[in-house]
């Protein structure tokens, strides 16, 4: 796969599961992708919750990509930068109504939004099951 399809293949399949650590502990959860292109993977989450807290304290992140259908994945890893834009926070909130009540009651500060660059990745499927992992950079 080139670039742009490991994209496609992301907005396709935008809910992921994203890896952090809490001191020697690996954490994952489900996430869902907002936004990717060559600048990044953007995604966002509360300020208060444990995962914005893990982020700061180690911004090294993986996250795990699945088709269902085909049962093929695409890893992808980076480093998580916070991302102060309240243009886009709003925008988040806009697109995602369900934000739209923590924000009226708790305020747009509580959104955390962060951007994993720069981006590499590895696919699997089960053909390739057996094979060497093969990194790629995505940009």
Same mark, same amino acid.
């Given at each position: 796969?080139?670039?742009?399809?490991?994209?496609?293949?992301?907005?396709?399949?935008?809910?992921?599961?994203?890896?952090?650590?809490?001191?020697?502990?690996? @954490?994952? $959860?489900?996430? #869902?992708?907002?936004? &990717? +292109?060559?600048? /990044?993977?953007?995604?966002?989450?509360?300020?208060?919750?444990?995962?914005?807290?893990?982020?700061?304290?180690?911004?090294?992140?993986?996250?795990?990509?699945?088709?269902?259908?085909?049962?093929?994945?695409?890893?992808?890893?980076?480093?998580?930068?916070?991302?102060?834009?309240?243009?886009?926070?709003?925008?988040?909130? @806009?697109? $995602?109504?369900? #934000?739209?009540?923590? &924000? +009226?009651?708790? /305020?747009?500060?509580?959104?955390?939004?962060?951007?994993?660059?720069?981006?590499?990745?590895?696919?699997?499927?089960?053909?390739?099951?057996?094979?060497?992992?093969?990194?790629?950079?995505?940009?």
């Amino acid at each position: 796969m080139y670039a742009s399809e490991i994209f496609d293949f992301m907005r396709a399949n935008p809910g992921c599961h994203l890896a952090t650590t809490e001191g020697d502990q690996p @954490r994952v $959860r489900g996430m #869902l992708l907002y936004r &990717v +292109d060559e600048q /990044g993977m953007v995604f966002h989450t509360g300020t208060t919750k444990a995962l914005w807290r893990q982020i700061l304290s180690n911004p090294k992140v993986e996250v795990a990509f699945l088709d269902p259908q085909t049962h093929h994945q695409v890893r992808v890893e980076g480093l998580a930068e916070p991302v102060s834009d309240e243009a886009l926070k709003a925008q988040i909130v @806009r697109e $995602r109504p369900a #934000l739209q009540p923590i &924000v +009226d009651a708790l /305020g747009l500060e509580r959104i955390g939004v962060f951007r994993v660059k720069p981006l590499r990745a590895a696919q699997w499927s089960l053909e390739t099951n057996l094979q060497r992992t093969r990194w790629i950079p995505l940009g």
